[in-house]
């Protein structure tokens, strides 16, 4: 997948830019707070119909205006255009068309570009609480299996249900009742979620330690996948692992009325993350950690690519001051031979087949002088 334009309409503090990045790498540079991010967060939002900084859409509306509208338009590696629209007003709530027709829902989109970011704030994906971490692996995995994100979803209804359930103050019996129904319908949802994670992580730990070959010190890597609902079971079947579950609730509901709360489940899950057998959040220098998460959203560039039908889109979010230059050089060189990579930094790079583009330079010629 390549992206061949987008433009972009009172998006944070862009009030109409034109963007064209090249077949390879493009490097959009300028001075701190021009724009650059914005960039990046608006061919996001139309890859995967929200942004990677955590802002909402309301956050994204230029100050004082009451719309904003990203256009852009794709190439599949197959040939044909996909053309995807995204429009915001506050009341109206966010809207996306693609090649013309409006989204009913915005899942339905997922996984049609797949794309891998790498920013600065994700080393909370290391560092960070489990959510993080969770978030990472479910954005891997719904990009590639649209099941997976619908038992998502309806995990997360069902949770929500009997999260509400737990914390009213019903009549006890009808409570119980009501109770039994949804921990049945969660322990479906459940195995659903933890044996497609248990496959993907399995599968990425693998890739993940090949991908870490190139590293000059020649470490081991490895990802543990750790379900808040299972201790030392593994390779269990389906009606096993559903039978398991429902145990589980059935003796944590005391504990659950009390804390008025679903104590356990896929919300629960984390990963742990090592290196040469260590666990890296505890054990690993700052710069280890980094490298870490090169080597991660290298490997899931590798997988998304395996399992989807399209190269993924990179977009690489101020590189070059988070890793040393021989490690951004590495992640930029491999990463451009395998499909387009847009990065973003503050001074022009060097190097062969790159595209430049010069925010500063734009708003003069366009006159948005800053
Ligand atoms: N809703 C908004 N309306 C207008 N401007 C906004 C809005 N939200 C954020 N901004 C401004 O948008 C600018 C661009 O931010 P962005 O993070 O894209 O810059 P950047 O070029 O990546 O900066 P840096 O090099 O410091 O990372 C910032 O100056 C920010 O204050």
């Not at 890859?47 to 859409?57: C, D, M, Q, V």
């Amino acid at each position: 997948m390549r992206l061949k334009s987008i433009s972009i309409e009172n998006f944070r503090n862009h009030r109409h830019l034109e963007f064209e990045p090249g077949q390879r790498i493009t490097n959009i540079y300028g001075c701190n707070g021009s724009g650059k991010t914005t960039i990046l967060e608006a061919i996001h939002y139309c890859a995967l119909t929200r942004g990677f900084s955590g802002n909402s859409e309301r956050d994204c509306l230029m100050f004082g205006e009451e719309m904003f509208a990203i256009r852009s338009s794709f190439e599949s590696d197959h040939g044909g255009e996909i053309k995807v629209v995204v429009v915001f007003t506050p009341h109206k709530e966010k809207r996306i068309l693609v090649n013309d027709q409006e989204l009913q829902t915005f899942s339905s989109h997922i996984g049609l570009i797949p794309c891998v970011t790498f920013t600065p704030r994700e080393l909370v994906i290391i560092t960070g609480g489990p959510a993080e971490r969770r978030r990472f692996m479910d954005t891997a995995i719904c990009q590639h299996d649209r099941k997976y994100l619908s038992d998502l979803m309806q995990y997360r209804r069902v949770l929500q249900q009997r999260n509400a359930l737990l914390a009213s103050h019903d009549d006890p019996v009808k409570i119980e009742i009501a109770l039994e129904v949804l921990t049945e319908q969660l322990a479906i949802h459940a195995v659903e979620i933890v044996m497609a994670r248990e496959r993907f992580i399995s599968n990425f730990s693998v890739m993940l330690d090949e991908v870490y070959r190139w590293h000059p010190e020649g470490v081991q890597s490895e990802i543990v996948y750790q379900s808040s609902l299972l201790q030392a079971e593994k390779q269990l079947s389906k009606e096993r692992m559903q039978m398991l579950f429902s145990a589980r609730y059935r003796d944590m509901k005391k504990q659950e009325l009390l804390r008025r709360q679903t104590l356990a489940g896929p919300h629960r899950d984390d990963l742990q993350l090592f290196l040469n057998g260590r666990e890296i959040r505890k054990y690993a220098s700052q710069g280890q950690q980094r490298a870490f998460l090169v080597a991660m959203k290298m490997t899931m560039h590798a997988y998304l690519h395996e399992h989807s039908e399209e190269m993924p889109v990179t977009l690489l979010d101020d590189l070059f001051s988070e890793l040393d230059a021989k490690v951004s050089s590495f992640m930029l060189e491999t990463l451009s031979s395998k499909g387009q990579v847009i990065i973003t930094s503050t001074d022009k790079k060097n190097g062969k087949d790159i595209t430049f583009f010069s925010i500063d330079e734009y708003r003069k010629t366009s006159g948005q002088v800053r």
